[in-house]
Structure formats: C-alpha cells, structure tokens
C-alpha cells in the first residue's frame, strides 16, 4: 500500500473527515488525500505551523516528567485536527469538521501510524 | 461558587482525572485542584510551557482559516491534557491519566469554561 491509500483509508473511515497528510516536521507533506469539499480551507497553511509547533512540544515534553508527546490536537470553531508522531521526524495529521466524530480521528489515527512508519 | 469549586467539581465529575486548574497565558495559575495521588507528576512545569505554546498557536490561528482556537489537547504516554479558552487572557487546563475518559474531559471543560469566564 502506498501512503495515499492510508491516507484516504483515514478520510474515508472517519465522519466528517476534511483532509489527512504524513508531514515531516520540517513542515513539509510527503503526502496528502483531500476531500474537495475541504479546498476553500487553506489546511497546509495551519499544518505547517502546527508542525513547528509540535516540534517545540516535543522537545518541552522530553524535559518534564509527563513522557513523550505522541499525539496533539488543536480544535476551533470551524475545523478539529488530531496529528500522532510516526516517527521521530514524520507524523500523522487529521483535520475534521468541528463537528466530525473526533474520538474515532484519534483511534483511526492511531491504529494507523504502524502501518505509515512501515512504510517510511 | 469559587474557581475552586469549579475546579474541583470538573475533576470529580472525569473518570481519571488529576488536576485542573485556572491559568494566564503568562503561565501563572489563578487557581489549581489536583488530587493528591498526581504529586509526583511536575504539572506545573508541564502548564508554563503549554501556556506558551497555546499563545502561539492563539496566534497562528487568528491568521488562518480555521478560526480562533479554542481547545488544543496534548497527550503522552502517561498524561492527557485538555486546554479550554475561557477568556482572552486565560484558560482551563485539565490533566488525565492516559486511561482516563478524555470525551467526558473536552465535555466537562465545555462547559465548565463559561461558568469560569462569568466570575472573572
């Protein structure tokens, strides 16, 4: 299986899904599957920072006593995304209608990101 | 009702929760309850740096298309954590074990975040 099929496996599996996308932490995305519906939303923009984001994150959950930080989600008001590390350099992003089915992003996503770093 | 009630009453009411607790986006905490069972974890340590990276992304936001944010939940292998806007200068945060019941969380902070905001 390519990434792309994971990836629309991910899209199709969860209600109200947007977009779903492996991306290195540099911010950029190895792959994407997109519903059009979804084109007016400028999701590589917000993932990109969100990357950068995560990055920091990851390093301040290395000096804290909470172990290491595999999964964030940042929610507003018109979009939900779910983004689970892969590997130490990849990770995994969900992005969902705000009122998608979140609690199956995170399970989809989740039993998903074996199977990406397989393949990485 | 005090913060503390509040507080106490968000922690009660989620199966696994540790500690809850009112904070500025400089970090500070107005007000905390946290169960006694969770004092070997460094929290506090953990909330100043999520204070600062929810800023950030407070930010990034407001130049996207996905509208303010309003929640962003970072987990670990031992420690799910849920943070609410409650104003524009401060948040809820909720911490869980990672076996805790993080829907019931989101929801509770939900609406808890509105009764918080009316006795600032």
Redesign the interface.
């Known amino acids: 299986m390519s990434f792309r099929t994971h990836l629309e496996s991910v899209v199709n599996q969860v209600e109200g899904a947007l977009a779903c996308s492996v991306m290195g932490f540099d911010g950029i995305s190895v792959d994407t599957f997109q519903k059009d519906e979804s084109a ?4 590589n ?2 993932w990109v ?2 990357a950068n ?1 995560l990055t ?2 990851r390093n ?2 290395e000096t ?16 939900l ?1 779910v983004m689970r590390l892969v590997s130490p350099d990849y990770f995994l992003v969900l992005a969902l209608h705000a009122d998608g089915n ?2 199956k992003g ?1 399970y989809v996503l989740r039993v998903t990101a074996p199977k990406v770093r397989a393949e990485l």
């Open positions: 007016e939303l400028d999701l923009g917000a920072e969100y984001l920091q994150l301040a959950a804290l006593k909470t172990g290491t930080v595999s999964e964030v989600s940042v929610n507003s008001e018109k979009v995304t979140f609690g995170r």
